[in-house]
């Protein structure tokens, strides 16, 4: 495997801020599961769809990656980070956040493909209690 899994998330971080498609770094399969800021996904399916709906709802993304953190093994890898976040809603809203990231990668099975696929990914804010 040539590409590094930080370098995918990295490319991860680029795709979202050029608001293409990001569901090419997802791994095809039921057990694959996204929760982001105000939603979950269950399945790569769900996954999919909530990424297409995000592509076509937003703009002007911003993604400023301040902490993020990769271990590597075999069979898997991890990341986490810390990443400022801001877009723009279709209806002209901006939205913006400081946001905690973190999931979990799997070797990708094909050269068609990122060398690293996202198993999980989790996002979330974190407001003070």
Known sequence: MSEAAETVVREYYETL?????????????ESTVK?????????????????????????EWTVESENLQVSEH????TFADEVRMAWTTDGGDEKSFDTRWSGTLVPAENDEMPAWLFASMHVSTAHEI
């Open 35 to 59: 929760f982001g800021i105000s939603e979950s996904a269950f399945g790569y399916d769900e996954v999919e769809t909530a990424l297409r709906s995000q592509q076509e709802t937003t703009r």
């Open 17 to 29: 801020r050029r608001n293409d498609p990001l569901e090419p770094y997802f791994l095809e399969d």
């Open 74 to 77: 075999e069979s898997f890898a």
